[in-house]
């Protein structure tokens, strides 16, 4: 017999499940020309110059992905269920209270993040640098579950959360690195620059 609570997950797998694979879709026609658009000139990206990022499309459950830096800079916009999810494996975390310096002082709070639906973090493992993949779903094949959504890295299994705060007993050492950012409008955000 099916309870509600297994009916509620499993409307909540494939409601995610269906808004990432929109999503995808989505990004990949909005997202390209737009990154185009913001794409700095050759002589400013040797300098490391900031980029300015529009993620007035990037639907809820989305991420896009914008380098700055020779690295890739996450923009994840989270839905409320996403972030109901964040205070639920603080136990499992390595440092669930961003301790270490692994962001700007700004972003020092359970989100990670200075606006909570929008996560901004250079995606790359503290481990030894690999780019780790998003999985959003609840509880998919191949990570280890309890599994609320996150980030799976492929080299050497370590797992991060929606806040890209990394578990306990996997390789990677710290919490994901939040660049300097700040917002120039409510959904324009600059990145490598900050207040
Ligand atoms: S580089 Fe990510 S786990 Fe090793």
Request: glycine share 8%; proline share 12%; with cysteine.
């Amino acid at each position: 017999m099916v309870n509600d609570k297994e009916v509620d997950r499993g409307k909540r797998r494939f409601l995610l499940a269906a808004t990432t694979a929109m999503g995808g879709v989505a990004a990949v026609g909005v997202a390209i020309p737009f990154v185009a658009s913001m794409w700095p000139s050759a002589r400013a990206k040797a300098a490391g110059a900031p980029v300015v990022v529009d993620v007035s499309k990037v639907e809820p459950g989305m991420q896009i992905t914008v380098p700055w830096r020779g690295k890739p800079v996450w923009f994840l916009h989270r839905t409320p269920e996403m972030l109901s999810t964040l205070q639920l494996h603080n136990g499992r975390l390595r440092d669930p209270d961003s301790n270490d310096p692994q962001q700007p002082p700004y972003c020092k709070n359970p989100t990670r993040s200075i606006k909570p639906e929008y996560m901004v973090v250079v995606g790359i493992c503290t481990h030894l640098g690999c780019v780790p993949s998003f999985v959003p779903q609840i509880n998919p094949p191949g990570v280890p579950h309890p599994w609320e959504g996150g980030y799976h890295c492929p080299c050497h299994g370590s797992l991060y959360d929606l806040a890209a705060r990394v578990f306990k007993d996997v390789p990677a050492p710290l919490n994901m690195v939040v660049p300097p950012h700040k917002y120039l409008s409510d959904k324009v955000i600059k990145v490598g620059e900050d207040a």
